[in-house]
């Protein structure tokens, strides 16, 4: 009898015990690739399945994306990579674009000191030296287990068969129709009105990649293709030259690592400001149990907002390239410091943004980003954004040698205190200087839970980014929700400035608007743009994987 007694309560708490949400996305047994498009996801998953690892992956989907989804994806662009090996080893790659040689932290202004429309947004003149080609091939380099040309041949056949437009695809085409033909003229292969439905080939591009499987990265970065590239966007009255292309490399960064409750969160450093500011995000909210509040509850959002107003506020001011000024990561990322910025936080009313500026310490940008995570059949993960800056970049497409190239240039900041497309104000650690990189907001990112392997995650969506990535792992790790059912779910965004909260068009009631209204909360009304579009994986307790491939995009987990 009194063993019963015993066990009855053991069963009890074991039982209400919070179990991992059932899968509700694509479950694999062994490895998986989840990105924007359905046949970038398809070519480094038979990477894999061919014995290539979650690298070589990379490789072959990045440069998929460049085919396949060419609104984001590309040669012409740049971005980060996070990664875990299967014995825990971390580190991550940076290959953003960077200032070319001739820019100076005026180049933006006119003669009055005002920033001239247009000029680091669209066209030649908003060009940065791309850095994708440089990343990928470093990356093969280090820690590939394929020879390149096996990982590169059904990329360059997918260029020459061509790719089928979608609908959201033949969409987004149409509505930036007339920005490329006035860049490019009428004459571009962007200057065709495609249809869902349509083949797009891709034969220039296939050129392009032939060369770069020829000759690594130099193929792109030297000789022909690097001469071709400089004298295009000069002719078109753009700053970047062939010595600009030639002295580009990556280069091998250590992630922002931080615990958050029995999480361990592994995300990119500057000049990333990813994994900075999702840091400071959690751990103001850590010591508040946003489980009990409830899903997208007014207290949950008031909370997360909050620490998300704060964040933001040191990201514009303090970060910028670590080659370049100095951040005072460990005053930022400090528990004491953290506990001083929450300190005037009250769920009785916000505090305005006018009343919080950058933390007392003696410190923009792209929504049109695409990200992809890959985890392999060794247990090797990788979390990697990559983005021409807006949609189609810059709008300058490069005919001869079949891709887009970036708009990068607007992430600097033209001119401190002044926003930039995304409505993110920069700072003079964001000033505009000589091969240096622009601060940026892409936050692949990779979590452990017990020293295991337990989410990889990432998203596009420029200054929405950060809060994207943060609600998708709060909402699998404290609500309980699958990781599609936690990609799939409605987010809301602040960045300090504007001054406002913007929730997705569906999933929030207007009661729970009307109530933080009340508590004096602006909101934007009207249309409200995505938030992200998250790719994200979870390993299960049984070690399978589960895909969260958002429902936003043409998004695709495909794996075996």
Not at 269 to 294: L, R
Not at 406 to 418: C, I, L, Q, R, T
Not at 505 to 533: A, M, P, W
């Amino acid at each position: 009898m009194r063993r019963i007694i015993f066990l009855t309560p053991l069963i009890l708490f074991l039982h209400c015990k919070k179990q991992p949400a059932a899968p509700t996305g694509l479950v694999t047994e062994k490895a998986m690739v989840v990105s924007a498009r359905e046949e970038a996801s398809r070519i480094g998953s038979q990477i894999m399945q061919n014995g290539g690892n979650a690298f070589d992956a990379m490789v072959a989907t990045e440069l998929a994306l460049a085919v396949a989804y060419p609104f984001a994806g590309n040669l012409g662009g740049g971005g980060f990579m996070v990664y875990r090996k299967e014995n825990g080893d971390i580190g991550g790659i940076d290959y953003r674009e960077k200032a070319p040689l001739s820019a100076h932290k005026d180049m933006y202004l006119d003669s009055l000191g005002n920033v001239i429309p247009d000029m680091s947004t669209v066209g030649a003149t908003a060009v940065g030296v791309p850095g994708t080609v440089a990343g990928v091939m470093e990356v093969h380099k280090k820690m590939g287990s394929l020879p390149i040309s096996e990982i590169m041949k059904p990329v360059i056949a997918l260029a020459k068969k061509g790719v089928i437009v979608t609908e959201k695809q033949a969409k987004r085409l149409e509505s930036y129709h007339e920005r490329i033909v006035q860049v490019n003229g009428d004459s571009t292969k962007f200057a065709h009105h495609f249809q869902a439905g349509d083949t797009i080939k891709y034969p220039k591009l296939a050129n392009t990649l032939q060369k770069i499987l020829d000759e690594g990265k130099n193929g792109f970065y030297k000789g022909e293709v690097a001469e071709k590239l400089a004298a295009f966007i000069q002719e078109k009255g753009g700053f970047v030259t062939v010595e600009d292309l030639e002295k580009y490399e990556a280069k091998w960064r250590q992630p922002i690592v931080f615990k958050y409750k029995d999480l361990r969160i592994i995300s990119m450093s500057p000049p990333s400001s990813g994994g900075v500011t999702i840091n400071q995000i959690f751990k103001m909210i850590e010591s508040h149990d946003i489980a009990k509040y409830g899903h997208n509850s007014v207290k949950a959002i008031q909370l997360f907002t909050e620490a998300a107003r704060r964040a933001y506020a040191d990201r514009n001011y303090f970060l910028g390239d670590p080659d370049f000024v100095d951040i005072p990561l460990d005053v930022l990322l400090s528990g004491s410091y953290l506990t001083q910025r929450m300190e005037t936080f009250s769920f009785e009313k916000p505090t305005p943004s006018s009343e919080v500026s950058h933390g007392t310490v003696e410190i923009i940008e792209s929504d049109e980003t695409t990200h992809y995570s890959i985890v392999d059949t060794h247990g090797n993960a990788v979390s990697a954004t990559t983005t021409l800056n807006g949609g189609y970049g810059s709008k300058l497409y490069c005919d001869e040698l079949g891709f887009f190239l970036n708009n990068e240039m607007d992430d600097f900041s033209a001119k401190p205190g002044v926003p930039n497309m995304f409505g993110l104000i920069g700072a003079e650690a964001n000033n505009i200087a000589p091969e240096k990189r622009m601060l940026s907001s892409m936050t692949p990112t990779i979590v452990e839970k017990d020293g295991k392997l337990y989410m990889v995650v990432g998203t596009p969506g420029g200054s929405t980014i950060i809060t994207a990535v943060a609600q998708t792992i709060l909402n699998v790790y404290e609500f309980d929700l699958s990781m599609q059912d936690a990609v799939n779910a409605p987010r809301f965004h602040h960045q300090w400035l504007p001054d406002l909260i913007s929730f997705e068009e569906e999933g929030f009631s207007q009661e729970t608007k009307s109530q933080l209204k009340n508590i004096g909360y602006e909101i934007h009304e009207g249309r409200n743009r995505i938030i992200g579009k998250v790719d994200a994986i979870r390993v299960l307790p049984d070690g399978k994987l589960e895909g969260g491939a958002d429902k936003r995009g043409d998004d695709t987990a495909v794996g075996f």
